[in-house]
């Protein structure tokens, strides 16, 4: 899966924009890693949302413990990849019918958040346990979300091309080409928000997260940690 997103709608992370300074590489533009994406991908689908958002998906090579879907309701947008273990509990909760899928519930758990605040954001995506990433990005207040699971069983990273557009992918080569340094493993266990104050953990929600520059050998150029987080492995 692929969103793109304009800097009118989100600000490239500082310690992004830095990891890239530090090693210049190259890098394409937002328009050239779309297409590369569709390329590589057979029945790849590709939505334009508005003037500043792009989507993509593709069920090509995808596991299927953990598959990828899309879907959109009230300008609500959302990609998603893996499985939720309590969907039918949640869909309960949300009073969702009993055929929701996990883009549908993701939708819903992004409008409670959105239009009952304060609402903590850190509950709402506590409360979802499997293995799971998604995207979502609300047209109406030109709003992104983007979470990824405790463990991080599911790949998520971001980057930013060389026209300024903040990237998240599922493929890390796909991002590599088009971002070079200025790439980074999306953090486990952590969400971020562009109405909600940028990059925060879900579980440790005090916790501060900080980026260490990577050293020269590795294919990212920053990595992002949790202080006082316990990692947990695969």
Wanted: charged letters at 20%; a negative charge; glycine letters at 8%.
């Amino acid at each position: 899966m692929l969103g793109i997103f304009s800097g009118a709608i989100v600000s490239p992370p500082e310690e992004l924009v830095a990891a890239g300074s530090r090693t210049p590489s190259p890098k394409t533009t937002g328009a050239t890693l779309v297409n590369r994406f569709v390329d590589k991908n057979p029945s790849a689908v590709s939505v334009q949302v508005g003037d500043f958002v792009q989507l993509a998906y593709s069920h090509h090579n995808e596991s299927p413990l953990r598959p990828r879907s899309f879907g959109a309701k009230d300008e609500i947008f959302c990609l998603f990849q893996g499985s939720l273990d309590n969907l039918g509990s949640l869909k309960q909760q949300y009073g969702l019918a009993k055929n929701a899928n996990e883009v549908l519930l993701v939708i819903e758990a992004y409008k409670t958040l959105r239009d009952r605040a304060p609402y903590p954001a850190n509950h709402v995506v506590a409360h979802l346990s499997g293995d799971f990433a998604f995207v979502v990005f609300d047209k109406s207040t030109s709003t992104l979300f983007v979470a990824s699971d405790q463990v991080g069983k599911v790949p998520l990273y971001w980057g930013i091309t060389a026209d300024g557009y903040v990237a998240f992918a599922d493929d890390v080569d796909l991002l590599k080409g088009a971002c070079g340094k200025s790439l980074a493993s999306f953090p486990q266990g952590c969400y971020y928000s562009t109405a909600l104050g940028g990059l925060r953990s879900f579980e440790n929600p005090k916790n501060k997260i900080t980026a260490i520059p990577a050293n020269e050998e590795e294919i990212w150029g920053a990595t992002f940690k949790v202080e006082g987080a316990t990692v947990l492995a695969d």
